[in-house]
């Protein structure tokens, strides 16, 4: 039988705007910097009572959320069907936010076929990387024509790490003084985005959806570290500390052999005051490269005292899938998956 039809969307409003736009002198004039681009569709039946807002990861942007690299709906549709408003953020220098080194300062190499190749598309292609490699197999089918409908949407990323996180907290935590109480739904890169805007507007988060964020914490990426363990810039933690060096850290064996032991803070552990009593969810698929290790981000939170929780997709049968895992032929599986621990979790 020929597949159902999706009935048509009925949209009560859709628009966008930017949010932290700062205004930055300069020899030739004053120039706007640091502003986030969002795009949102509010559906004429919203069925839930907060939006979620979605964030990309790395040199990605909002274009993620918005459809499949083979041309299928995305996740910000698919939750919109469901009754969300959905927010689609392009942050600070990637797509609709525009980059310039004036505004935003240096910026790193783009990404090319060959990396993103070997870490989204086929890394079963290199099973020696890591153990999980040889498992993918939900990339979309289309070859060249499909993975550059991905790759032509990605930039470079800001050097600037601490600048960047710190970016994330502001322009964030004005995009809920604006829309009211929301759910962050967070990828890769843009993982920390969740922490930082918990951290600048904890009563407006309702629930962090976070999909492979950047990990392990405390690890060296190749623009920072995570220097407060799962950012590069400033947390609130109780007893305070008062730089990176307050925090101790040893290492915690990873719960599988395959699994890479995680750094941990040592006991007596500070608490994550911001995050206390925001539902988490850290989401892990089976065959990215991060499998191996961001059980670490839920060891981390849970130890500062966050109500987080791991789900990793084979546990709950889904297989196959790689770190794009809103761009894999399965998707509309895994946003199921993700709405049942929005409509368990979230009150």
Known sequence: MPATKPTPLTIADQGFFWVGVERSQKPYGTIPSGQMYVQYQIPAEQRHP????????GGGQG???????DGRPGWATWFLRQGYAVYVVDRP????????????GPMGNPATFEMIGGLFMAPERNPQSYPQARLHNQWPEGG?????????GMGPMQTD?????????????ALLDRIGPAILMTHSAGGPFGWMVAEARPALVKAIVAVEPFSPPFTEGPFGTLTWGLTAAPLTFDPPAASPADLKRELRKAPKPELQDTYVQQEPARKL???RGIPIVVVVSEAAWMATFTHGVVDF???????????????????????MMMSEKN?????????????????
């Open 273 to 275: 005051v911001n995050l």
């Open 93 to 104: 220098g990637h797509g609709r936010a525009p980059y310039h080194p004036d505004a935003l």
């Open 63 to 69: 274009t993620d959320y918005l459809g499949t690299p």
């Open 301 to 323: 939170l849970k130890q500062a005292g966050a109500s987080a929780e791991l789900l990793r997709l084979e546990e709950a049968g889904i297989h196959g899938n790689g770190h």
């Open 50 to 57: 907060y939006p979620i807002v979605m964030v990309h990861g």
């Open 331 to 347: 998707s509309d599986e895994i946003a199921a998956l993700l709405n049942g621990w929005i409509e368990k979790n979230v009150r």
């Open 144 to 152: 060249d024509a499909v993975d550059e409908q991905l790759l032509a």
């Open 161 to 173: 790490l601490p600048a960047v996180h710190a970016n994330m907290a502001r322009v964030g935590g």
